[in-house]
């Protein structure tokens, strides 16, 4: 994908998310979730149309699994993007995924 998009975590009030960015700041994607303890419930992946069918969706997915991971926490897949095709193409995220938090 696009060297010149920088992935970050947000605060925001309603819900943190994922994010990726262009150089000028534009939101390109995001995976929207909450955390409860150490747990990190993905709700939402979201790719905006002019960066749709890259493999963003995949990209932010990866950025948020890496990070739980440094954290030493845990990834609930409420997101059906995350559940039903990132995991069953990243077998190797499994093991941080639980079924409730």
Same mark, same amino acid.
């Given at each position: 994908?696009?060297? !010149?998009?920088?992935?970050? =975590? #947000?605060?925001?009030? !309603?819900?943190? %998310?994922?994010? &990726?960015r262009t150089a000028?700041?534009?939101? %390109? #994607?995001?995976?929207?979730? +909450?955390?409860?303890?150490?747990? $990190? =419930?993905?709700? +939402?992946?979201g790719v905006e149309? !002019? $960066?749709? *069918? +890259? *493999?963003? &969706? *995949?990209?932010? #997915?990866? $950025? *948020?699994?890496? $990070?739980?991971?440094?954290?030493?926490?845990? =990834?609930?897949?409420?997101?059906p993007f995350i559940? !039903?095709?990132?995991?069953?193409?990243?077998?190797?995220?499994?093991?941080? %995924?639980?079924?409730? #938090?």
């Open positions: 994908m696009n060297t !010149d998009l920088t992935f970050s =975590v #947000a605060s925001r009030e !309603d819900n943190p %998310a994922f994010e &990726a000028d700041g534009k939101l %390109a #994607a995001e995976l929207v979730f +909450h955390q409860r303890g150490s747990t $990190y =419930v993905f709700l +939402h992946t149309d !002019d $960066y749709q *069918g +890259h *493999g963003l &969706a *995949g990209e932010i #997915a990866q $950025y *948020g699994f890496e $990070y739980v991971q440094e954290q030493g926490g845990r =990834v609930k897949p409420n997101c559940r !039903d095709t990132f995991l069953p193409e990243h077998p190797e995220w499994q093991e941080l %995924a639980v079924e409730s #938090a």
